[in-house]
């Protein structure tokens, strides 16, 4: 996260609570699925193919995809993704982000749109279904309700947000952000691309350039959803480990990075005494060995990524070392009592050592609670179909649009195994019978 | 050092005594400077002026010089140095590696002349002193030598070794170490300027263009000496913290490289639980802390001065640390017990985070003893100077030129205090009086 984009979360307000007002829809479409709704079954081998077959916009050859948001191959997907929901009766939307809202009409169209919402942006040396699978589910949804002619009660609308991965435009889940309130539209327009050194690409000219930059809002407020659902891969190995299929995703974790600088001694490794030096490195392992100490304690996560020393010679004592500190954990209470250990313990460490510790908060995320109405619609639905036994309530350790729109609307997220855990890989991969 | 370097290394023969047939001269020069040299005083202005003149080429607005080996500011102070001794009764050989011998008449014309060398060659960001101060040592020892009319019993040779640093042309020392038959001639040619990336400007082709292309073999057995002496900065804090002027350097201590890889998995730091993790840089801190133990133990020195993490995102469980090693001892068998635990160690520390460890001995150079008639030479002159208390009898921690020089002759040094312990850097110093 840029220095840019920590002034924008410093300047967003974050309201908490989905508005009350809109709880009432979810609860009348869960009672309409109760009653009303007949057991649809999606064809796995038509989103399998669906899946594969657009993958061609970007494939490598390791089976993944190399799709950043808004360059030639995320316009074409985005162009197959209007005239296949055109196609199915949908009419299309795309706001001043480029997120395109493909909305289904339901018999009442006073309601807004439930949203079924993901992203169709890979990273550089991504997979095909990290964010791709919910975009793609929602369609099959459509082509299940379109060959039933099903008709549901409030619209249905099937987004594609824009840059969910921040691997082109340095921030992650910008568009769904910039909807849901948090991020203001000039910071995110003025997102240079990271292949232009001159920074005279930026997300709104090549918004332009590719024909997606809308003139509606991007705002909850004058495109509003009444509640939004995300289906995504898991991205870690608790679902396979414990052999379920289904994950009903009650929130999301608080998460964020430190950037720790320890400054020590640049000294001859020949002839400086052990007693005399002052060695960021001795002082920076001894950090991490105990920053991991203070995750286990807490039942939370920490990875130390990144790490650089200078001035990078076998032969001298390194008088500077820089690393990341990414530190999670369900709460953001907990979280925060783990930073605060984490810092007195890192200048405990630096002063043993004769070396100095700077840390510096660069983000943070608290930790979001999905709305119960959505969990349990996501719960009784998952229940269905993978059985008691099939299911496991979870928090997500990594950030998805869904995050954003949880500002502002009822929210939940369905996951499916991820084999192995691995993601953002060309390895990725879930079975269609998972999906 | 570079993988030609070690196989340099690897080929050539190393001999660990100094040939006994020229100990005798070593043994009369003694007896001569007991008998018949009055004590002669330098002439520490004279001295102090040289070295800061000369300072003009390379000198960097932070106090340093930077004057990498065959460069146009290198041909100017060698050109300044064969004009000064020539004018100081010298005559002057160029061996085939550009290293310049300076030779004052002795009364026995048959006997090798005594050496007292190091070199003109600086860091690229290095200080006024490291070899300078020994080189132009040699310069003021003619003068003061020159101004009392004083004829030596051997000749004594003044010497500029070539790409002592190694910064320019990436083996340090090699100039002294192709004299002493420790690398082959065409190997040191035939090493590339480190800022041509196209590797088409050598050692060999800088020695020709700036006219420092001797025809001379660069050979301790074409051209003799019959001893070598070195005064040198510590480069360490030893002689500063504990108040001596002198020390009397009794050989240098055992040296090397590791360098370590840790393999590990490549996982998303927001969803891999803690224990399924394969951590390469946990692994990696937990062995820097580690290693330190064991050089602390060993009363051995350990340095890890490079690290680097892949694939460098604050997000992901780095999958692979590359780290370097630098261990030394002054037994060499104390070192290699030192390695045989540090390789066992890592094993055992790699397994317990579910990683694997690649551990590579990519240079090492064995300790080195100084021949005690040169100790004793410079112990007796030390002591006449500095009184008893102000000596210190140590071990170099650092690779000088001397080290060559010792294999084939007996070598001793002589130390003088480092401000701070600092070297390679534009903050070295020590003063005149110190000289």
């Given at each position: 996260?840029?220095?840019?984009?920590?002034?924008?979360?410093?300047?967003?307000?974050?309201?908490?609570?989905?508005?009350?007002?809109?709880?009432?829809?979810?609860?009348?479409?869960?009672?309409?699925?109760?009653?009303?709704?007949?057991?649809?079954?999606?064809?796995?081998?038509?989103?399998?193919?669906?899946?594969?077959?657009?993958?061609?916009?970007?494939?490598?050859?390791?089976?993944?995809?190399?799709?950043?948001?808004?360059?030639?191959?995320?316009?074409?997907?985005?162009?197959?993704?209007?005239?296949?929901?055109?196609?199915?009766?949908?009419?299309?939307?795309?706001?001043?982000?480029?997120?395109?809202?493909?909305?289904?009409?339901?018999?009442?169209?006073?309601?807004?749109?439930?949203?079924?919402?993901?992203?169709?942006?890979?990273?550089?040396?991504?997979?095909?279904?990290?964010?791709?699978?919910?975009?793609?589910?929602?369609?099959?949804?459509?082509?299940?309700?379109?060959?039933?002619?099903?008709?549901?009660?409030?619209?249905?609308?099937?987004?594609?947000?824009?840059?969910?991965?921040?691997?082109?435009?340095?921030?992650?889940?910008?568009?769904?952000?910039?909807?849901?309130?948090?991020?203001?539209?000039?910071?995110?327009?003025?997102?240079?691309?990271?292949?232009?050194?001159?920074?005279?690409?930026?997300?709104?000219?090549?918004?332009?350039?590719?024909?997606?930059?809308?003139?509606?809002?991007?705002?909850?407020?004058?495109?509003?959803?009444?509640?939004?659902?995300?289906?995504?891969?898991?991205?870690?190995?608790?679902?396979?480990?414990?052999?379920?299929?289904?994950?009903?995703?009650?929130?999301?974790?608080?998460?964020?990075?430190?950037?720790v600088t320890v400054h020590g001694e640049n000294q001859?490794?020949?002839?400086?005494?052990?007693?005399?030096r002052a060695c960021a490195l001795t002082s920076a392992?001894?950090m991490?060995?105990?920053?991991?100490?203070?995750?286990?304690?807490?039942?939370?996560?920490?990875?130390?990524?990144?790490?650089?020393s200078w001035p990078?010679?076998?032969?001298?004592v390194p008088h500077k070392v820089v690393f990341?500190?990414?530190?999670?954990?369900?709460?953001?209470?907990?979280?925060?009592?783990?930073?605060?250990?984490?810092?007195?313990?890192f200048a405990?460490i630096a002063q043993?050592n004769k070396c100095t510790v700077e840390i510096?908060?660069?983000?943070?995320?608290?930790?979001?609670?999905?709305?119960?109405?959505?969990?349990?619609?996501?719960?009784?639905?998952?229940?269905?179909?993978?059985?008691?036994?099939?299911?496991?309530?979870?928090?997500?350790?990594?950030?998805?649009?869904?995050?954003?729109?949880?500002?502002?609307?009822?929210?939940?997220?369905?996951?499916?195994?991820?084999?192995?855990?691995?993601?953002?890989?060309?390895?990725?991969?879930?079975?269609?019978?998972?999906?």
């Amino acid at each position: 996260m840029s220095t840019c984009e920590r002034d924008a979360l410093s300047e967003a307000s974050l309201p908490i609570r989905p508005p009350s007002h809109l709880r009432k829809y979810v609860r009348a479409l869960a009672t309409a699925a109760d009653s009303s709704v007949p057991s649809y079954r999606v064809n796995e081998k038509r989103l399998w193919e669906s899946v594969h077959d657009t993958a061609k916009w970007g494939a490598t050859p390791d089976g993944g995809i190399r799709r950043l948001a808004l360059t030639d191959l995320d316009k074409a997907i985005r162009e197959w993704f209007v005239s296949t929901v055109k196609f199915l009766g949908c009419n299309t939307k795309v706001d001043e982000m480029g997120n395109i809202f493909a909305t289904r009409p339901g018999k009442s169209s006073s309601l807004p749109p439930i949203g079924i919402g993901s992203h169709l942006d890979t990273q550089p040396a991504g997979g095909r279904y990290d964010g791709i699978l919910g975009v793609l589910a929602g369609v099959e949804i459509l082509r299940v309700l379109e060959e039933n002619g099903h008709q549901t009660l409030a619209p249905l609308a099937i987004i594609d947000w824009t840059n969910e991965e921040g691997a082109r435009f340095n921030t992650g889940m910008v568009s769904s952000g910039v909807w849901s309130g948090r991020y203001a539209l000039d910071f995110a327009h003025a997102l240079p691309a990271a292949e232009d050194k001159s920074k005279a690409t930026t997300l709104k000219s090549e918004l332009e350039r590719i024909g997606f930059l809308g003139a509606m809002p991007a705002s909850y407020k004058a495109n509003p959803l009444s509640s939004h659902f995300e289906l995504h891969i898991e991205q870690g190995p608790i679902l396979e480990d414990e052999g379920k299929k289904v994950g009903i995703v009650t929130g999301v974790q608080s998460m964020g990075w430190l950037i720790v600088t320890v400054h020590g001694e640049n000294q001859h490794s020949g002839t400086c005494p052990m007693a005399r030096r002052a060695c960021a490195l001795t002082s920076a392992a001894r950090m991490i060995s105990r920053v991991e100490e203070i995750a286990l304690a807490a039942d939370g996560l920490s990875t130390v990524g990144v790490i650089n020393s200078w001035p990078q010679s076998p032969a001298t004592v390194p008088h500077k070392v820089v690393f990341s500190v990414d530190l999670s954990h369900h709460s953001s209470e907990v979280r925060e009592r783990m930073i605060a250990e984490t810092s007195e313990e890192f200048a405990r460490i630096a002063q043993a050592n004769k070396c100095t510790v700077e840390i510096e908060d660069i983000w943070n995320s608290p930790a979001v609670q999905f709305h119960p109405d959505c969990i349990g619609c996501v719960r009784d639905a998952a229940k269905s179909v993978a059985g008691e036994n099939g299911v496991k309530e979870m928090v997500a350790g990594a950030g998805h649009d869904s995050v954003h729109t949880s500002d502002r609307v009822p929210t939940s997220m369905i996951f499916v195994p991820s084999k192995g855990g691995i993601s953002h890989h060309p390895d990725e991969y879930t079975s269609s019978e998972q999906w």
